[in-house]
């Protein structure tokens, strides 16, 4: 129970080792915060257009003619109040959208970066003292096996995710068992998608990624709801992105890649390279 215990405790603290890792090169911080200016851009030109089409947007004028000035003054009185009602209602709706969207949109615009950014951590990790700025030897385009095997990965990634989501709703009919237990399925899965990350970008299929994930499920349990937790806070996911990828990046690093795959008679796959820390 206590190896447990400490192994949840390290893959919590892995954003934080990450936030350090990334905060310690110009090189990096360039890398992570790409996607968000990136997503920022996009947004900004996004919410510009909404506007530009809600002022296009006219609304029919009332002109009453009868009761003399004083039907002038309710037309002109509706005519204002429909003008600020407009607006009222538009500023408020975009907004709810940018909350509700911003994260996941973020989550794909940064989808490109997030290889570039893990190959070049990677390198730091295994082969860069603090100030230097030597680079990666891995590659950094990824070939169409690649693509494959990563798109493979993810979908059954995600269809084992969506399986025990379903299979844990039931249990929340259970007071507070319910909730911990969909707590760490999510938090499990949170976790081993930051990892698959740098497992994917380094050429290794689904079945050499499994004895990985069970021989460090308490510490990727652990990463995962550090991670959940910092996602509740609003409009501030996509900034956590980078502290995941940095954090499953570190894990992967830290795993002896050689011993795991020979204790599962398995051969280091074509294109895989271990990681070997400095």
């Known amino acids: 129970m206590l190896h447990i215990f400490k192994e949840f405790v390290v893959g919590f603290m892995l954003p934080l080792r990450g936030a350090k890792l990334l905060l310690s090169s110009q090189r990096t911080k360039r890398w992570a915060a790409l996607p968000l200016v990136v997503n920022c851009i996009i947004y900004i030109l996004l919410v510009s257009t909404y506007f530009w089409l809600i002022s296009l947007l006219k609304i029919p004028q009332l002109s009453w003619e009868f009761w003399g000035s004083t039907g002038a003054w309710l037309s002109s009185a509706i005519n204002d109040l429909a003008w600020i009602l407009k607006w009222t209602l538009s500023i408020p709706l975009v907004l709810v959208l940018c909350y509700f969207t911003f994260t996941l949109v973020g989550m794909v615009v940064a989808a490109p970066f997030n290889d570039v950014l893990s190959e070049k951590l990677e390198a730091r990790i295994c082969r860069g003292a603090p100030g230097s700025e030597i680079e990666s030897e891995l590659p950094l385009r990824l070939n169409m096996h690649a693509v494959m095997l990563s798109m493979v990965s993810l979908c059954k990634f995600l269809g084992a995710q969506l399986?025990?989501?379903?299979?844990?709703?039931?249990?929340?009919?259970?007071?507070?068992?319910?909730?911990?237990?969909?707590?760490?399925?999510?938090?499990?899965?949170?976790?081993?998608?930051?990892?698959?990350?740098?497992?994917?970008?380094?050429?290794?299929?689904?079945?050499?990624?499994?004895?990985?994930?069970?021989?460090?499920?308490?510490?990727?349990?652990?990463?995962?709801?550090?991670?959940?937790?910092?996602?509740?806070l609003p409009f501030a996911g996509l900034l956590m992105l980078p502290l995941g990828v940095a954090g499953g990046t570190i894990l992967y690093c830290e795993i002896d890649w050689r011993l795991l795959l020979c204790n599962q008679n398995y051969d280091l796959p074509e294109g895989f390279v271990p990681p070997q820390r400095a």
């Not at 909730?179 to 299929?205: E, H, I, K, Q, W």
């Open 163 to 232: 399986l025990y989501t379903l299979l844990t709703l039931p249990l929340l009919l259970i007071p507070f068992v319910g909730a911990a237990v969909l707590f760490l399925v999510t938090a499990y899965y949170t976790g081993g998608g930051f990892l698959d990350v740098s497992m994917a970008r380094n050429y290794l299929p689904h079945e050499c990624k499994l004895p990985a994930l069970r021989q460090n499920r308490w510490r990727v349990i652990g990463f995962g709801a550090g991670m959940d937790i910092l996602f509740m």
